[in-house]
DNA sequence: CCCTTTTTTTACGCCGTCTTAACGGCGGCG
DNA sequence: CGCCGCCGTTAAGACGGCGTAAAAAAAGGG
């Protein structure tokens, strides 16, 4: 799973690039439609795994936007609205919204209700979560390896690490982000633990651990989680 | 499937009836508690499909409750509470909150956003009853287990830990998890049960009990269940 | 009330995992 | 050239989880 893409369907350019800018600091990957008519297509084109609607939209009506959508896909839909009035919020829902924002609204809300979303589609599509590396296959949520026949028997804190490398596949996660992830924020500063096992888990998931071709050295940075492509 | 169950953990009483009477009104099950505490021992013994919780408690924080459910069950949780902070809404759902509603609140909406949370557990059920394991026949629903002619005697608690790992055949499960179901979330912390009873099990089920092909350990996790492949 | 089955409790030894420490290579910089 | 920071590599010891057995307590059934 690389980096999850947000399809943004707002027409106003200012907090478009506002969100984009938002969601991109978190490493997620963005998809902006200015119209409704142009959201329902790029959400069909681009197969986002999410998005993020406004319902006060020009030429197509919200609420039409996720009808289209939700005739086709399961995708996770947050709605942002200035219209704070309960019927169109109970109308959103029940046209197969997730989630209703009111504006104003804290971008700190916001990425977490789009985790909440993420965290759904997650759990919805089991099996998405399987990556190859080289010849490695590995489920995250099934807690599973293996190199064609033979599995790879990997330990809890292996689990976590490779789960949080993998949920920024492609991307660079810095020492401390994997180390209060894993060991605590106590232990933030602990780099060793990193290069230990780092080290194991090349000897496990690497045809040449000496040189990585997989699981990258960021140096002075932190480390990186690179998959096959297709 | 009968009409849902919700639990409600809200202590001032005047709510509480309020949200009672909306959600029955609704045709849904309620199950009320009026405190954290209480609340996560509900959540375990009631087995609701989801929950609405306030995060304003006087004994258990709400975010803890949150933390404490989430540790063995996925049921949808839907947060109330007074707090406006975005602080205390992030805190919310990345515990694992699905939704976060601020007083006041419509009930139109409340009952749009309960019906958000049910379609997503709609989405994530799934069981087949009966299952092979090595030459042992497995039959939940009339719990009954036989080796060929013979039949294998399985006690209660023996059949509810199977129920439980056969209901998420092929991922791991918990000690917690295992734990809170069986034995409430009172003994969530007695791991020696379940090493006992795994190795009843095994003795009962597996071929050789000392290599285990279908009831596996996850050490430092839990354990799971592989049936055989067709 | 007694016997059987089931559950809970206790104890112990083994083995995997984590932690910790030490060493060597590599590159930058003064 | 020598120092220093960062990383990889290895190994050994500490620690905790796990399996195992068996006895004590509780529950169930006649």
Do not use: N
């Amino acid at each position: 799973m690389p980096a999850p893409a947000i399809l943004i369907v707002e027409d106003e350019p200012e907090i478009r690039r506002f969100l984009r800018a938002s969601l991109a600091a978190e490493g997620y990957r963005v998809v902006e439609a200015a119209g409704g008519e142009r959201g329902v297509i790029d959400a069909a084109s681009h197969k986002p795994d999410m998005a993020i609607i406004d319902l006060g939209l020009p030429d197509l009506d919200g609420v039409e936007v996720i009808r289209r959508i939700r005739a086709w896909s399961p995708m996770p839909i947050v709605v942002l609205s200035a219209r704070v009035q309960e019927r169109a919020k109970i109308d959103a829902l029940d046209a197969g919204a997730d989630d209703y924002i009111t504006k104003p609204f804290g971008v700190g809300e916001l990425l977490a209700r789009v985790r909440v979303a993420l965290r759904h589609l997650a759990r919805s599509a089991q099996g998405c979560a399987v990556l190859t590396l080289g010849g490695v296959r590995l489920d995250l949520t099934k807690r599973h390896a293996s190199r064609g026949q033979d599995q790879i028997h990997l330990t809890p804190i292996e689990f976590k690490l490779l789960g949080c490398l993998a949920r920024h596949l492609g991307l660079v996660v810095t020492h401390q982000h994997l180390l209060t992830e894993v060991w605590g924020p106590t232990h933030s500063s602990d780099t060793h633990y990193l290069r230990v096992y780092m080290r194991q888990l090349r000897e496990k998931l690497e045809a040449d651990p000496v040189r990585p071709k997989h699981l990258l050295t960021e140096i002075g940075v932190g480390y990186r989680l690179l998959a096959d492509e297709d």
